[in-house]
C-alpha cells in the first residue's frame, strides 16, 4: 500500500493536537530500552518500507496506463521518491539493529492481497487508488506517529510526505468527470470499496502484529485504549469523505 498525505491538514490533526508525554516525549535511545516497543517499532517500520517498495512497483506499472508522456514522466518522478522513502526506512532498520528483509517480510502477504483485490482496471482508477485507498493507510500510520519516540516519529512523517500525487489525482480525476459526468459513478463506487478494503487491511495488519496491537490498544505506554482506536478510525472515515469532497465524488 502506497502510504501519502492528503492536500489538506486533516490527516495531521493527531500529531498535532497531542501533547507528547512517556515514550512520545522520549528519543529512541530511552524508549527502545522496553523491548516489547522495540518490537512494536521494527514492525512499523517494516510495514512501512515494504508499502513503499510496493507503491515504486505500482508507480512504475501505472506509468503504463498514462495517456501521455507528461503523465508517464511525473508519475516515473513519484515513483523515484518513493523508493527513496524505502531506503530511508531500510537503512534506519539496519540503523536499529534488525534485519530490513526479515522485517518486512511479516507485511507482504497482507499488502500483495490488498493490492491484488483493488487492481485498477485503468488509469483513473489507478489514480483514485493511489489517492484515496493509500491515504487511509497514511492516516492510520499518522495516528500511531503520535505516540512514537521523538526519533521514530519524524521518521515516520517524513516517510509520509506527499510525493505529489494528491494534487496530480485530483487535477486528472476533476478533469475526467468534468468531460464525462458518467465517470463520476464509477470511480465513486471503486472508491468505496477501496475504503472498505484499506480499512480491512490496516486491521488485519496490526491484529497479527502482537507488539503493534498492544500499542494501540494501550498495552505500551502512551498506546491508544479501545475507545481511543474507534475515535482514531472515526477520524479517518472523516478524512476519507474529505478526499472524496476534493475529487468531485459522493463519499
Known sequence: MRFMTTPDNTADASETAVEHTGVAAQDWARASADPQYRAAVVDLL????YGELAAFERLAEDAKLAPTLADKAELAKMASAEFHHYEKLRDRLTEIGAEPTAAMEPF??????????????DWL????????????????????????????????????????????????VRAAID??????GRLALWARRLMGEALSQSQRVVADRDALSTML??????????????KMFSRITEAHTKRMAALGLAA
Open 46 to 49: 517494516g510495514a512501512l518500507a
Open 217 to 230: 490498544v494501550g498495552g505500551v505506554a502512551d498506546g491508544f485504549d479501545l475507545a481511543e482506536v474507534g
Open 125 to 172: 482508477e489507478g489514480l483514485v487508488k493511489a489517492y484515496v485507498g493509500d491515504s487511509i493507510a497514511s492516516d492510520f500510520y499518522r495516528e500511531v506517529a503520535a505516540r512514537l519516540d521523538s526519533d521514530s516519529r519524524g521518521l515516520v512523517l517524513a516517510v509520509l510526505d506527499d510525493t505529489g500525487h494528491a494534487s496530480f489525482a485530483v487535477e486528472k
Open 108 to 121: 507482504v502477504a497482507a499488502l500483495d492481497g490488498f493490492h491484488k483485490q483493488t487492481a485498477p482496471s
Open 179 to 184: 468531460a464525462d459526468p458518467r465517470v463520476g
